[in-house]
């Protein structure tokens, strides 16, 4: 209804799940590479916990995306199932036939036989299974003990049956049962999704607003942003209802900014008028009240030292028996939270001009908010000048270079791809801003770009303020003249297998793989690429790096 209103293309603060508004904070890239971490190892089950609203089924529906064509998935959304209702289920998710062994209804072991058979089987082809259970927190413990037998289906490399649990915080708590300690030992990667910081909730906004197609600075003002963190404590739905209401008042009312007595009204409606958690928005009067007094008598002591007519205590005097100054408290977004925020590498008078700067002088900076200008500054690394007007990726083919892009890139796999690249940063309440990635050092650091200035940022603090969104450049084999997604072309295996065979004698890959499949999956394993056995980008870049292909590098070999 306020989208044309505020010249919008979509309703940006809707809770259907719509992928093109997808935000993915440093906590829910975290929780991803815990699932992705638990379906590369040799099996177990795998915990995704957290509260309401926080994202799991974002976290879920991004995983599902990158699992490769070889693992096969069975999903349950209603696990208030017996223990041989939810065997029942899982063999109609992977199309296993069950013929009972006897006349009469059938039994736990007439599923439990073809199944293990299907897992079986699927293991001798190279694939998968994997059990993915939602809402898990309503299994009963009967059920969740016949998933714990399920997983003692392995042979003596792995386990068959790959096991996804994801639940609400009660989940957790369940799992600490004694009763279950056999089956808590069995998780091999447990994460629990925790709801967006104050800064991370400015970001989420900026997000969703830039995607339906908001141009300029945000419609609500950082103490704005401020309060609809503090009334939704950061929980993604509760921050879409929020904003949607109070941009629906201001469509009310025709007005173009979005104000705190706004966003005060739309929680009365939507929390109906209670407090949904500690520290709402609505204080009963048993609370209130003593603090109200306490405010009063407090203010009154505050005017009666500054009039005079009382003397400070000591611990409120400075040296020379005056008032010691209020220092203003630092804004929660700048609050660091690990050790290594706290102390980010800082530049000093004595450096350079050119010297670089941190991640606070990085966040006061103008960056590119058109990626025009970025792929401009990042193509001359790899020697070459696309036309001005024209999209650089429509270009590349005649350099002999291809464009890759990821909106779910994490730092480790920064460090991994090892090259130059554009990110796109979300700083506080602005829009999206665009900046080089140019080094890495040793210790870690990574160093930004932008015109002729510089910063340099541990990975944590780029975690705060990026959203996963990389877009790099990579050489192509010679005589590329399309766009690869499967190098499958016969020059463009030739070329390939001459690398992997250059690889294979120096001793990287083992001398056991006699074919090109062989030799292709052995390096994707190494590489930690997903080993479905087509030469992807993903496979050719790192296979480029691996056999000294010339490309830009952030660290360089030593």
Same mark, same amino acid.
């Given at each position: 209804?306020?989208?044309?209103?505020f010249g919008l293309q979509h309703d940006p603060f809707s809770i259907a799940p719509?992928?093109?508004?997808?935000?993915?904070?440093?906590?829910?890239?975290?929780?991803?590479?815990?699932?992705?971490?638990?379906?590369?190892?040799?099996?177990? @089950?795998?915990?995704?916990?957290?509260? @309401?609203? #926080?994202?799991?089924?974002?976290?879920?529906?991004?995983?599902?995306?990158?699992?490769?064509?070889?693992?096969? %998935?069975?999903?349950?959304?209603?696990?208030?199932?017996?223990?041989?209702?939810?065997?029942?289920?899982?063999?109609?998710?992977?199309?296993?036939?069950?013929?009972?062994?006897?006349?009469?209804?059938?039994?736990?072991?007439?599923?439990?036989?073809?199944?293990?058979?299907?897992?079986?089987?699927?293991?001798?082809?190279?694939? !998968?299974?994997?059990? %993915?259970?939602?809402?898990?927190?309503?299994?009963?413990?009967?059920?969740?003990?016949?998933?714990? +037998?399920?997983?003692?289906?392995?042979?003596?490399?792995?386990?068959?049956?790959?096991?996804?649990? @994801? =639940?609400?915080?009660?989940?957790?708590?369940?799992?600490?049962?004694? *009763?279950?300690?056999?089956?808590?030992?069995?998780?091999?990667?447990?994460?629990?999704?925790?709801?967006?910081?104050?800064?991370? #909730?400015? !970001?989420?906004?900026?997000?969703?607003?830039?995607?339906?197609?908001?141009?300029?600075?945000?419609?609500?003002?950082?103490? %704005?942003?401020?309060?609809?963190?503090?009334?939704?404590?950061?929980?993604?739905?509760?921050?879409?209802? +929020?904003? =949607?209401?109070?941009?629906?008042?201001?469509?009310?009312?025709?007005?173009?900014?979005?104000?705190?007595?706004?966003?005060?009204?739309?929680?009365? $409606?939507?929390?109906?008028?209670?407090?949904?958690?500690? =520290?709402?928005?609505?204080?009963?009067?048993?609370?209130?009240?003593?603090?109200?007094?306490?405010?009063?008598? %407090?203010?009154?002591?505050?005017?009666?030292?500054?009039?005079?007519?009382?003397? &400070?205590? *000591?611990?409120?005097?400075?040296?020379?028996?005056?008032?010691?100054?209020?220092?203003?408290?630092?804004?929660?977004?700048?609050?660091?939270?690990?050790?290594?925020?706290?102390?980010?590498?800082?530049?000093?008078?004595?450096?350079? $001009?050119?010297?670089?700067?941190?991640?606070?002088?990085?966040?006061?900076?103008?960056?590119?908010?058109?990626?025009?200008?970025?792929?401009?500054? +990042?193509?001359?690394?790899?020697?070459?000048?696309?036309?001005?007007?024209?999209?650089?990726?429509?270009?590349?083919l005649g350099a002999g270079l291809q464009c890759f892009r990821s909106d779910r890139?994490?730092?480790?796999?920064?460090?991994?791809?090892?090259?130059?690249?554009?990110?796109?940063?979300?700083?506080?309440?602005?829009?999206?801003?665009?900046?080089?990635?140019?080094?890495?050092?040793?210790?870690?650091?990574?160093?930004?770009?932008?015109?002729?200035?510089?910063?340099?940022?541990?990975?944590?603090?780029?975690?705060?303020?990026?959203?996963?969104?990389?877009?790099?450049?990579?050489?192509?084999?010679?005589? #590329?003249? $399309?766009?690869?997604?499967?190098?499958?072309?016969?020059?463009?295996?030739?070329?390939?297998?001459?690398?992997?065979?250059?690889? !294979?004698?120096?001793?990287?890959?083992?001398?056991?793989?006699?074919?090109?499949?062989?030799?292709?999956? &052995?390096?994707?394993?190494?590489?930690?690429?997903?080993?479905?056995?087509?030469?992807?980008?993903?496979?050719?870049?790192?296979?480029? !790096?691996?056999?000294?292909?010339?490309?830009?590098?952030?660290?360089?070999?030593?």
């Amino acid at each position: 209804m306020y989208a044309g209103y505020f010249g919008l293309q979509h309703d940006p603060f809707s809770i259907a799940p719509d992928p093109r508004y997808l935000f993915m904070s440093a906590r829910h890239r975290e929780a991803l590479a815990h699932l992705l971490y638990g379906l590369q190892g040799s099996g177990g @089950i795998v915990l995704l916990t957290g509260d @309401i609203g #926080t994202g799991k089924t974002t976290v879920f529906r991004c995983f599902l995306e990158q699992v490769p064509d070889s693992v096969q %998935v069975a999903y349950v959304f209603n696990p208030k199932l017996s223990a041989l209702e939810l065997l029942q289920t899982i063999c109609d998710e992977f199309g296993i036939e069950v013929s009972p062994a006897h006349p009469g209804p059938r039994t736990i072991k007439d599923h439990i036989d073809p199944l293990n058979a299907f897992l079986l089987t699927l293991h001798a082809q190279g694939r !998968q299974a994997m059990l %993915v259970i939602d809402e898990a927190q309503n299994l009963s413990a009967d059920v969740l003990e016949q998933l714990r +037998l399920l997983t003692n289906l392995e042979t003596a490399e792995r386990k068959l049956l790959q096991i996804v649990l @994801i =639940g609400q915080p009660e989940l957790r708590d369940l799992l600490q049962k004694p *009763e279950l300690e056999q089956l808590s030992q069995r998780i091999v990667a447990r994460y629990h999704l925790q709801a967006l910081s104050a800064q991370e #909730t400015g !970001q989420y906004l900026a997000h969703r607003l830039g995607v339906a197609g908001w141009q300029g600075p945000l419609p609500m003002a950082p103490r %704005v942003i401020k309060r609809i963190h503090r009334l939704s404590q950061g929980v993604p739905r509760r921050i879409n209802l +929020l904003a =949607g209401r109070a941009m629906l008042g201001a469509y009310a009312t025709q007005r173009e900014r979005i104000t705190e007595a706004m966003v005060d009204q739309a929680a009365r $409606e939507i929390f109906d008028g209670r407090p949904e958690h500690p =520290g709402g928005w609505r204080l009963t009067w048993r609370i209130t009240l003593p603090a109200l007094g306490l405010l009063l008598l %407090v203010s009154l002591l505050l005017s009666l030292l500054a009039l005079g007519w009382i003397k &400070a205590p *000591e611990w409120m005097q400075d040296k020379g028996g005056e008032p010691a100054a209020l220092q203003p408290d630092p804004s929660p977004m700048a609050q660091p939270t690990t050790p290594e925020e706290r102390s980010p590498t800082k530049a000093t008078p004595a450096q350079a $001009e050119d010297a670089p700067g941190d991640i606070e002088a990085l966040l006061a900076a103008k960056l590119w908010q058109d990626e025009a200008p970025a792929w401009q500054a +990042l193509a001359p690394l790899w020697a070459w000048t696309p036309d001005p007007g024209t999209d650089p990726c429509k270009q590349t083919l005649g350099a002999g270079l291809q464009c890759f892009r990821s909106d779910r890139m994490t730092p480790e796999g920064l460090s991994r791809l090892n090259r130059p690249a554009i990110l796109t940063l979300r700083l506080a309440d602005r829009m999206p801003q665009r900046v080089l990635l140019t080094r890495q050092d040793a210790d870690g650091q990574f160093w930004l770009a932008h015109a002729s200035r510089q910063w340099r940022v541990s990975a944590s603090e780029l975690g705060r303020i990026w959203d996963g969104s990389y877009a790099t450049l990579w050489r192509t084999p010679p005589g #590329t003249r $399309e766009r690869i997604v499967d190098a499958r072309l016969p020059e463009q295996r030739q070329w390939i297998d001459t690398r992997l065979v250059q690889l !294979q004698q120096a001793g990287h890959i083992a001398s056991t793989h006699n074919t090109y499949e062989q030799r292709l999956v &052995a390096f994707q394993e190494k590489a930690g690429v997903e080993t479905h056995g087509k030469a992807s980008p993903m496979t050719l870049m790192q296979l480029n !790096q691996a056999t000294g292909v010339d490309e830009p590098v952030l660290v360089k070999a030593e």
